[in-house]
């Protein structure tokens, strides 16, 4: 079993910034890309950002700028750095990540339960 904890969100007024964390344990054999995603009310599920366990990273258009995705590998860990937050980014923040169980097992992905990100005066 896989489990991943995302932590850090919460109320910010429009402007201001959060950091988001998510944590991955259970049974690891090897971690691949992590990432963020979100969902706001009556809307599907959207990319926020994408980091592969070298570093390379890929933002959706609308938070480029403003968010920043990194990842500490020895902690099987994902951050999201969130400035100049805006009301459109209020959603549920899920974590994401593909995960290998064990040597040639395939790999799969795995979710976190979200956490609430609220921008609002």
């Known amino acids: 079993q896989v489990q991943l904890v995302e932590s850090g969100g919460g109320l910010v007024q429009p402007g201001g910034s959060l950091r988001l964390s998510c944590a991955a344990s259970?049974?690891?054999?090897?971690?691949?890309?992590m990432g963020w995603y979100r969902q706001a009310p009556g809307k599907q599920r959207e990319l926020v950002a994408t980091?592969?366990?070298?570093?390379?990273?890929n933002y959706a258009d609308s938070v480029k700028g403003r968010f920043t995705i990194s990842r500490d590998n020895a902690k099987n860990t994902v951050y999201l750095q969130m400035n100049s937050l805006k009301p459109e980014d209020t959603a549920v923040y899920y974590c994401?990540?593909?995960?290998?169980?064990?040597?040639?097992?395939?790999?799969?992905?795995?979710w976190g339960t979200g956490t609430q990100v609220t921008v609002s005066s």
């Open positions: 994401n990540a593909e995960v290998r169980v064990r040597v040639y097992a395939p790999w799969n992905d795995y």
């Open positions: 259970g049974s690891i054999f090897r971690l691949n890309g």
């Open positions: 980091i592969t366990s070298g570093g390379i990273t």
